[in-house]
């Protein structure tokens, strides 16, 4: 399937950035808008299309610097004459093709939506508006509305007092939309893209996944923020959801402005939870502990600013989790080391090393055999914190403990026995449970 995105607009509305560079390429978490929906496209396998025109060589720059070439561009040389003439200038890059959708360029979509419109388009026949019919991360006083009647567009505009749904900036359009803009085109010299809405009577199709229009600098910000959000995962621990994310997500912000390499950041992760082992062997518990937790926020960041900028790789995810492994190994030794020797504790390092690994590698070896996430069918045995950020933590809690008395270590290292043996064995249950 094509998709053909407008991006020739000037985006008039933020004067002030796009004096210097045209709206489709302003970063959101450091990321041009033309490039975070072209990649969530490819991905998808959708062939693009991008009408350029205000300041072309700066979108078609963007493309080239990430050694991109599997898209085509298509010159709108006539600004004055409406988004709708973009759409036109591509007939020819689209004449071979019975159906294709339409983005708007200055619009951020979801993968969920994209892949979702993808399958309608590719279900459908004749002329699609892809509608809304609640989004909060929009103001809806500014969005363009559409007053739908059986089942089609009967008014498309911002200003309805009437009206059903919101105009997502989507469209599935048959090759026959050309003739319908050709004929408008004929009455008129400057053409909206909703007058061909409007005129085509396009049915509609609603899609209530994350999208937005960004117009302003209120709705950059906003955009930022809906980012950030979407990159909280189902399954994180509880400290992770509660406290890690709000601290990561911060610095995850303030990175995307640079071009950093996630693989970085594990090492830098792995290397303060080193930095916290060496630090338990000489007895500075508490900044051992601080060390320790710092590097469990930390450790959010690199999956954080991999997906903020599209750069997830299956290196990437292995790497960070065997740096995990080792990072778990060596802290927990040099937890066990900094104690006086007795066989207790030795037993209770044992079944607390094991039970750490035994707990990311049954998460692993539940989605492999039965395609879920153990998570979700968990219930009371998801609040046991076993996971490796509410181990962490724990770790954090009793070295701070530790300062007043020694014992704490040692109850640290019995908990982790405990409860780290507990999900396993939880999991076990729910494994036996389940049908083939």
Aim: hydrophobic share 45%; with cysteine; proline share 1%.
């Amino acid at each position: 399937m094509k998709v053909l995105i407008l991006a020739a607009g000037r985006g008039s509305r933020l004067h002030e950035i796009t004096k210097r560079k045209p709206k489709p390429a302003i970063e959101i978490c450091g990321v041009p808008l033309i490039l975070r929906n072209f990649f969530i496209l490819r991905k998808l396998n959708a062939e693009v299309i991008v009408v350029v025109g205000y300041k072309a060589d700066i979108i078609e720059g963007i493309f080239e610097k990430e050694g991109i070439s599997d898209v085509e561009f298509v010159r709108n040389d006539d600004l004055e004459r409406g988004n709708a003439y973009s759409a036109l200038c591509a007939k020819s890059a689209l004449k071979h093709e019975a159906k294709f959708v339409v983005l708007m360029g200055d619009h951020i979509f979801s993968e969920s939506f994209l892949r979702e419109t993808l399958r309608k388009a590719e279900e459908v026949e004749g002329n699609y508006a892809i509608v809304c019919s609640k989004n909060d991360f929009i103001d809806e006083g500014e969005a363009t509305k559409i007053l739908a009647k059986d089942g089609e567009v009967h008014e498309i505009g911002k200003n309805l007092s009437e009206w059903t749904h919101i105009d997502t900036g989507a469209f599935i359009c048959t090759n026959e939309i050309f003739d319908i803009l050709e004929e408008i085109f004929r009455k008129k010299r400057e053409v909206a893209w909703s007058d061909v809405v409007r005129t085509a009577k396009m049915k509609i199709h609603e899609i209530n996944d994350f999208w937005m229009d960004i117009d302003t600098i209120d709705d950059l910000k906003r955009a930022e923020k809906a980012l950030l959000k979407q990159l909280i995962k189902e399954d994180d621990g509880i400290i992770s959801k509660n406290i890690n994310r709000k601290i990561s997500l911060r610095i995850s912000s303030y990175l995307s402005s640079f071009n950093i390499d996630p693989n970085a950041i594990s090492l830098a992760s792995f290397s303060l939870s080193i930095a916290a082992s060496f630090l338990f062997l000489l007895h500075s518990y508490i900044l051992a502990g601080i060390l320790a937790q710092i590097s469990s926020i930390i450790d959010g960041v690199d999956g954080e600013i991999a997906r903020l900028k599209f750069r997830t790789t299956k290196f990437g995810g292995f790497f960070d989790a065997v740096l995990d492994r080792y990072a778990d190994f060596i802290l927990l030794s040099c937890i066990f080391l900094s104690l006086p020797f007795n066989i207790f504790d030795f037993l209770a390092f044992l079944f607390a090393i094991s039970g750490s690994s035994l707990v990311s590698y049954t998460a692993s070896k539940f989605k492999e055999t039965f395609g879920e996430r153990a998570e979700h069918f968990e219930r009371f045995s998801s609040f046991i914190p076993a996971k490796r950020d509410e181990r962490t933590f724990l770790i954090f809690v009793f070295s701070i403990l530790a300062a007043l008395d020694m014992i704490f270590i040692r109850v640290l290292l019995i908990s982790l026995a405990i409860l780290t043996n507990l999900r396993v064995i939880m999991r076990i249950m729910i494994a036996k449970n389940l049908k083939d």
